[in-house]
């Protein structure tokens, strides 16, 4: 039976009636999402996931797929300093001369040559999966070799549209690492107009690998991002990821963490700075499946004006998964009175010998530290300034690529002066 | 330099400060006593422009300026330095930053030229051998983690970096040892000269054998009831605040 589909559902399933035989990959499996879509639609506040985060927003537009564009057509984005790394760069959600210098060790393919899809959550229906699913067009399939360390990738999600109609970017990503294999990933999502960005990155991670995930996350005022991680963490490898959100009128980003093997590691950082009417969720779920596993998150966000975030994190230690060490903590800073801040933790607990802790604080800047700083000589909004970044330096000191870290910290500035005064 | 007349402020619409007047020459040193609760503070955050403090008559001109028509920053850029009582912690800021910032906010704002990193450096170790603090403490982030005295001993090492026409010390030597308290009086004696004025707030008697004021000013209720000179604070300090409190009753 259908669900009585909204105008979005109906876009995103007819851009995948007029696609479909032209997708890569199993036919089969976009089908069944298709199906799962067309009973389930878009989530409403309704379910206990998406509680938070309203798509009412989506309903005014009527995603299209983007007509393609040459590859030639060469769109520079400020954010893009050239010495972080080698590119791979995805415009308008399709890869654009994915061969560029790669470090050895590194092998790439793109997913429309050799698609990867499967549905990486556990039989539940997943909105931002199952739309990725039924509608991927391009992506990297990247692989690093055993033993390898290929320094430092930029993946670049850049929207670049001049159409007057909305479109959705869909694109799907496949970062396998090796036994023993390092990369830092410094990826980036910005762009022009209005369109929906779907990116999801599937990550795969052997013993004794370690991947450090660095995200940019800047995207147009008018867009919206709904994008997802899926990792699956070996023995004794490590997952570090730091991501910054900025951008969007409507984000979510969901983290899928499997940690599977004995001492496999997770440790995350976020800040999201949101102001006008922007609203940004970050949405995560860490499994804890093995013994010895460690979980580190700290997320905190600055709000401003009538923007609303949301931090949703649950913890579940499964039954044998004992001297399990997670920690979760949330933090907001509220710079005006109409900032909104939504913070659920969860902890399901199932093993005897864990140590799991989870905290949150909300506040404002204190007006003792303005007074302070003026005092010296200070003007009043370089304090305020000043507060906030000191506020989110704790964060992204965590950001061991040293490069990685000027660009984040030149985004925080960027957006604090963009300020309305 | 500072001229206060008739100055009156409330706190939470309770009365503190109920007419005092008080002038304070350039290059003399005037300290403040009086015991708890008489108003010693209230006036230093008044001074200072600190939010809250509402005044609720008289005038404070500092040059021949209206001080109290200037926000917090722009009595800094004037030349007035509040050394707290209280120094407020900033997580997150680097010492050596936020000295930085403070001394180029000033400077930009005087239409000076800013001083990069390296020259600030330079300029901050100085001053910070010169009173005894350890170098670590400009990586340390601000006030975190400080103990009594080196917080205190911060607020001096800004005092001789801002370098202000008018340091205002509010009780800048509680719960300092003899040592840190010679620090203190070291700096503020090394800017004593014909440009420099402060105001020292104090409880004790014991900071005025180090910083030899010019006046000594008895605050009590909210008003100045006695004036003279250094010999006033020895006086307080053998015979107590009580027997003034009777004389201005």
Redesign the interface.
Known sequence: MNAILDAPARGFLACYEATKNLLPGDAGMREQAARLFRARGLPTPREEAWKYTPLRALNEFDFKTPAARAASEAISAPALAAELGPRLSFINGRAQNLSPELPNGIRLESFAERPVLGMTADGQYNFIETLNVMLAADGAVLEVTEGQDAHTLVLLHLAALAEAEAVGLHVRHRITLKRKARLTLIELATGAGRYLHNPFIEISLEEGASLQHVRLQEESAQAFHLGAVAAKIGAGARYDAFFLHLGAQLSRTELHVMLEEPSASFQFGAAQLLRSAQHGDITTEIFHRAPGCASRQTVKSVIDERARGVFQGRITVERGAQKTDGYQMNQALLLSSEAEIDSKPQLEIYADDVKCSHGATVGEI????I??????????A?ARG??V??????ALETVQAETARNMLNAAVERWWEGRAQ | MLEISGLAAAVNGQQILNGIDLVVPSGEVHAIMGPNGSGKSTLAYVLAGREGYEVTAGSVRFEGRDLLALSPEERAVAGVFLAFQYPVELPGVGNANFLRTALNALRRARGESELDAVQFLKLARAEAKRLSIPEDMFKRNVNVGFSGGEKKRNEVLQLAILRPKLAILDETDSGLDIDALKIVADGVNALRGPDFSALVITHYQRLLDFIIPDRVHVLLGGRIVRSGGPELARELEASGYAGLTAEAA
């Open positions: 204190d007006p003792e530290q007074f302070y700083l003026r005092s010296r000589g200070v003007p009043e370089e000043i507060l970044q000191a506020f989110l330096a704790e």
